[in-house]
């Protein structure tokens, strides 16, 4: 589906997103610090507009098929990652 995701949702999904940014932040130091909270405040917006940069996406902050794709994408990688899993 197109489901997207914007700033000031509080869902489930928004706490995901927020440890997997976290996630990258720690493995790729790119990002600030996320603290998981499931409120998709401006900190989260700012690291999610930064990560759709990054990745060629448009960096609207507002997280869609495509910018879950790749969250999801390089997030498996780093966890799949012997050297980040302890």
């Keep these: 589906g197109n489901y997207e995701i914007r700033p000031d949702e509080r869902s489930d ?5 927020q440890f997997m940014i976290s996630a ?7 990002f600030d ?13 700012n690291a999610i507009t930064e990560f759709q940069k990054l ?18 994408r390089q997030y498996n990688q780093i966890a799949g990652n ?4 302890d």
Excluded at 13 to 17: G, T
Excluded at 24 to 30: G, K, N, P, Y
Excluded at 33 to 45: F, L, N, R, S
Excluded at 55 to 72: F, Q, S
């Design 33 to 45: 610090d996320i603290e998981p909270t499931g409120v998709y405040d401006k900190k989260t917006e």
């Design 24 to 30: 990258l932040s720690v493995a790729l130091d790119i």
């Design 55 to 72: 990745n060629g996406l448009k960096p609207n902050g507002i997280i869609d098929r495509n910018t879950w794709d790749a969250l999801a």
């Design 13 to 17: 999904i928004v706490y995901i997103i």
């Design 82 to 85: 012997s050297l980040y899993s």
